[in-house]
């Protein structure tokens, strides 16, 4: 059960001891810090919940701006000018950031219009012929008689 668990807490685990802050306030403010920002090598992972080594050194800059006695804003606007807006998790809606909050959408969009194209381009399936009269008469006789019907493929013997 406990080696179930461990993916569920192994984001408990990412802020080291030797990282914490002495000062309870100091510390929480961190926490609160390095959850808004993005672990620029994981996938959509807070830096609080990465284990990465870059994860590790964002988590000690934060705390050593924190010590230095920067606001949090100070701590964000330093974050992102070291690493840019792609390190928030909510990056402000920007010019720069357009591709950030735009290219998901937009991608959708373009996929569903090749989609849209693609089946416009399809030529129309023509609908069957009808059978003839003597293809009829030959599907009753089959149906009829049940001989060269091998039973595992008979379906409504």
């Known amino acids: 059960m406990l080696l179930l668990a461990l993916p569920v807490l192994a984001?408990?685990?990412?802020?080291e001891p030797s990282e914490m802050l002495p000062d309870p306030a100091l510390e929480a403010r961190a926490r609160e810090i390095s959850r808004e920002l993005r672990c620029v090598v994981c996938q959509n992972q807070s830096v609080d919940d990465?284990?990465?080594?870059?994860?590790?050194d964002i988590r000690r800059a934060v705390r050593e701006r924190l010590v230095a006695g920067d606001s949090d804003s100070q701590v964000l606007d330093y974050m992102v000018a070291r690493y840019g807006d792609y390190v928030l998790l909510k990056p402000p809606f920007r010019m720069r950031t357009l591709i950030?909050?735009?290219g998901a959408p937009l991608v959708l969009l373009l996929g569903g219009l090749g989609i849209w194209r693609a089946a416009l381009r399809r030529p129309p399936t023509a609908a069957p012929t009808?059978?003839?009269?003597?293809e009829k008469k030959k599907v009753e006789a089959l149906l009829d008689s049940k001989e060269g019907v091998i039973p595992s493929e008979a379906r409504d013997l």
């Open 11 to 15: 984001p408990a685990f990412a802020v």
């Open 50 to 56: 990465s284990n990465a080594e870059v994860a590790h």
């Open 100 to 102: 950030l909050w735009l």
């Open 130 to 134: 009808p059978l003839s009269e003597e």
